[in-house]
């Protein structure tokens, strides 16, 4: 997905007579709010980070504090682009600078972000969290995932991201 938003932002960058592919624009944003943020996010502020908070890990300090901050700033940066895609739909010249900034900062925070979780918070509640608290976080993600509503459509999104990489050629 971050390779279809650096795609598209690569052709607006180097020719500005490309089309900007709204529609396509507006489905990724989707898959963003949808799979990324709704899904993903939402599960560890709920169930990962509800069960570090009652370990005595504070949400206003590291490392609580930054992922947070950074889902919010994730969340504010996609509203900020979603809003550009509706002006280039309206022929606002300086829409497409902020589709941009927007998009590329979103892109570089997410790799930022995923890297930091991969090689901090999964290693850190490891150590730090007692075996229960780890198989109550185990057990709760399960379920969530095993939701039949989530099932359909996390395949719905992930179809449709599918379809977009395919057709942006960046599904390599
Ligand atoms: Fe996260």
Known sequence: MLKLIDSICDKIEQNTDYVVPVNDLRRIIRFIRDYADQRHHAKEEKILFAVMVQAGYSQDEEPLG???A???LGRVLIGALSDAVDRIDQDDPEAREDLLVNAQGFSALLIKHICCEDLHLF???EEKLSKIQIDEISAKFKEWDEQPEE????LKSLQMIDELEALFNTNE
Request: proline share 0%; hydrophobic share 30%; glycine share 0%.
């Open 66 to 68: 930054t992922f947070l």
């Open 70 to 72: 950074e889902h919010t």
């Open 123 to 125: 290693t850190e509640t």
């Open 151 to 154: 099932v359909a459509n996390n």
